[in-house]
């Protein structure tokens, strides 16, 4: 994948709808915690903290949690393509990581507003 095939909002936006479908108000506070998310961090990226107690990342890809695999997780914006926290990924998962924080804080507020 080239740097100008790379789009954090529309992988963004398909792993948000993936979560919506299979894990309900996943995006809520007691769900999902702002201050530890890491995006390369596999105990504290979007799967790490989602799945089941025990399972980290890359425990749910091979388990193939919810039938999540290395290439929907890139899809759905929960990784990058040849994952590693090395410079040459720094911008995608810098990208990936202000999006999901833009997504979920925007989901918060709203149903603050809603209440």
């Not at 080239?2 to 309900?24: E, F, I, N, P």
């Not at 980290?56 to 990784?79: H, K, N, R, S, V």
């Not at 911008?91 to 918060?108: G, N, P, S, T």
């Amino acid at each position: 994948m080239s740097d100008d095939d790379y789009d954090a909002t529309a992988r963004v936006a398909a792993g948000v709808a993936w979560l919506d479908d299979h894990l309900s108000g996943w995006w809520r506070a007691n769900r999902f915690n702002l201050d530890r998310f890491q995006i390369h961090d596999g105990c504290n990226c979007v799967i790490g903290q989602l799945a089941p107690e025990g399972y980290d990342y890359y425990g749910a890809i091979e388990d193939e949690w919810l039938d999540l695999t290395d290439i929907t997780a890139q899809e759905f914006g929960f990784d990058v393509c040849g994952a590693s926290a090395a410079d040459s990924k720094r911008a995608e998962y810098d990208a990936l990581e202000a999006e999901w924080r833009r997504v979920i804080v925007a989901r918060r507020e709203a149903a603050e507003v809603a209440t």
